[in-house]
């Protein structure tokens, strides 16, 4: 036989010792602060959000002010087309008396104002009275228009 520790390879059986990996520890880097201690994009995100209000309310303020000269023009304008209006109804109401017409008929159309001798009377001391002329025949389609001509005078209630 062989010795015995050629013939057995007893360190198959031994208890390995395994290499661990070496762990290398980093610091974790701190997040950069200003002299307020707030980081920089806060601060670049605050600012654009105040330059953002800020133009917001400009342009508002602008457009209030366009909003309001338009108004004020159109006051103006109103307040000058009412006194137009005013202005133009006293003509018409001076156009349209009855002096204005009497002296538009005499001077412009060669009317006169009407004399007595120019008047009739016409005495109507009859009552009104219509008559009217049977122009249908006694024929038999005169005699059924009368009949659906009756018919439709008692149904028109």
Same mark, same amino acid.
């Given at each position: /036989?062989?010795?015995?520790?050629?013939a057995?390879?007893?360190?198959?059986?031994?208890?390995k010792?395994v290499?661990?990996?070496?762990?290398r520890v980093?610091?974790?880097?701190?997040?950069?602060?200003?002299?307020?201690?707030?980081?920089?994009?806060t601060?670049?995100?605050?600012? /654009?959000?105040?330059?953002?209000?800020?133009?917001?309310?400009?342009?508002?303020?602008?457009?209030?002010?366009?909003?309001?000269?338009?108004?004020?023009?159109?006051?103006?304008?109103?307040e000058?087309?009412?006194?137009?209006?005013?202005?133009?109804?006293?003509?018409l109401?001076?156009?349209?008396?009855?002096?204005?017409?009497?002296?538009?008929?005499?001077?412009?159309?060669?009317?006169?104002?009407?004399?007595?001798?120019?008047?009739?009377?016409?005495?109507?001391s009859?009552?009104?009275?219509? !008559?009217?002329?049977?122009?249908?025949? !006694?024929?038999?389609?005169?005699?059924?228009?009368?009949v659906? !001509?009756?018919?439709?005078?008692?149904?028109?209630?």
């Amino acid at each position: /036989m062989a010795s015995g520790s050629q013939a057995y390879d007893l360190s198959r059986y031994e208890p390995k010792v395994v290499e661990q990996p070496k762990v290398r520890v980093v610091k974790r880097a701190q997040p950069v602060k200003s002299v307020y201690g707030v980081r920089p994009i806060t601060l670049v995100m605050v600012a /654009m959000i105040v330059v953002s209000v800020t133009a917001l309310l400009l342009y508002n303020n602008a457009m209030i002010a366009e909003v309001s000269a338009e108004i004020t023009s159109a006051t103006a304008e109103l307040e000058q087309l009412e006194n137009e209006n005013a202005r133009l109804n006293r003509e018409l109401d001076a156009k349209m008396s009855n002096e204005a017409i009497a002296e538009t008929a005499v001077n412009e159309l060669g009317l006169s104002k009407l004399e007595n001798y120019q008047v009739a009377y016409v005495n109507l001391s009859s009552q009104d009275v219509v !008559t009217a002329k049977n122009s249908g025949g !006694t024929g038999i389609f005169a005699i059924i228009g009368q009949v659906i !001509t009756k018919i439709q005078e008692y149904l028109k209630f």
